[in-house]
């Protein structure tokens, strides 16, 4: 509520010309508002960019020694960043943004582990999404930047680099090394990977962070008994939720494998005799038991044109069901681009169709 709006309906509530139910909410709201001012004056709050100093201060909230390292902090989280509005490109580049985002803590000992640990974590999503064609890019700081660009620890830039470039060469990943592009805070990895089309995107990060654990106070007791500052990865596998989806409809073309199609099945009528629509809903309501997005499309239009607006909708499979299939207890069965692939048993059909989906087939 406005400070003028409140004074006005204040004066009118005294004045004793305000309406019963409006002075009755008033006189709540003040109590309310006595009640706040006890609590002191109200706090500043911030749109969050990101979710690093966040798990910074977690790690912080207790004390903690080696044997709680590596301790892994994920968040699939919300951050806001006012992009200008000559930079926004539909879902590539957005002002709220969805994170797929984690921290890890580790000692200089478990660093190699947890590093190739995240590197491979990549290479899985690459080979379920098909993603053939990618490459790492290395990049390390510039002595020239030490201080201005860059945290000015030559010594833990060398280290770092060193350990990070280690990782690579043993785990035979491609990946180039590229001078002055590194965070301010460490040496990072940005991954690449082009679409079908041959469009290249920056899809994901790997970063290593020798600084500004130091400046949160992240400390962990260690086997000496001495207090040691923790080595921090920033790892984010997909980037944001927007422009991972963003790359996967051009990826794709929009023509999505079976298991990641927004419309997976649909059951098409030839006719709609009762009979008919009670057997192809069955088929639906037992794909969707096993959580298969089908839908099914049982009006009285031609077979083409439900055929025709299904494969308009880019639908990956549709059942195609006439008075023989009922009788034979099968579908006829369609795949998007694709045309007839033949009439199976309804059984045999539903099977694959959920085997296909939970391999992530092609």
């Known amino acids: 509520m406005e400070t003028k709006e409140f004074e006005s309906i204040e004066a009118a509530v005294k004045a004793g010309v305000a309406p019963q139910p409006v002075a009755a909410a008033f006189n709540e709201l003040s109590a309310l508002r006595a009640e706040l001012k006890k609590l002191g004056e109200p706090e500043s709050y911030y749109l969050k960019a990101m979710n690093c100093p966040h798990h910074h201060r977690i790690f912080a909230a207790e004390p903690h020694s080696y044997r709680d390292l590596p301790l892994r902090l994920a968040e699939y989280g919300t951050c806001y960043r006012y992009e200008q509005s000559g930079e926004l490109f539909g879902l ?3 002002r709220s943004l969805n994170m797929n985002d984690a921290h890890i803590y580790c000692t200089e000992e478990q660093f190699a582990d947890e590093f190739r640990a995240v590197n491979d974590m990549y290479l899985k999503y690459f080979k379920i999404f098909g ?7 290395f990049s390390t700081h510039a002595a020239e930047g030490l201080g201005k660009k860059y945290v000015n620890e030559p010594e833990l830039w060398k280290k770092t680099e060193d350990m990070v470039r280690k990782v690579l060469i043993e785990s035979g990943i491609n990946y180039v090394e ?3 592009e590194a965070a301010f805070y ?5 991954v690449q990977v082009w679409s079908a089309i041959g469009r290249e995107f920056t899809i994901a990060t790997n970063q290593v962070d020798f600084a500004v654990p130091a400046k949160f106070g992240l400390t962990y007791r260690d086997k000496d008994n001495s207090n040691k500052t923790p ?6 596998p997909l980037g944001t939720h927007e422009r991972f989806i963003g790359f996967l ?7 999505f494998p079976l298991w990641l199609a927004p419309d997976q099945v649909r059951v ?6 009762e009979p008919l629509l009670n057997y192809a809903k069955q088929i639906v309501a037992e794909l969707r038991a096993h959580e298969v997005r089908a839908d099914g499309d049982y009006g009285s239009e031609p077979m083409k044109a439900k055929i025709a607006e299904a494969e308009k909708l880019r639908v990956h499979m549709m059942l195609v069901i006439g008075g023989r299939d009922m009788e034979a207890g099968a579908v006829s069965i369609r795949l998007h681009g694709k045309g007839n692939v033949g009439a199976k048993p309804k059984a045999e059909a539903v099977a694959e169709i959920l085997q296909s989906i939970k391999e992530r087939r092609s």
């Open 268 to 273: 098409i009528t030839i006719g709609d005799d």
């Open 231 to 236: 080595l921090c990865i920033h790892r984010a």
């Open 186 to 190: 460490g040496p990072k990895i940005d």
């Open 92 to 94: 590539m580049r957005v």
């Open 178 to 180: 590229v001078a002055n």
């Open 131 to 137: 993603l053939e064609k990618y490459q790492m890019r």
């Open 249 to 255: 409809i051009e990826h794709y073309a929009g023509n």
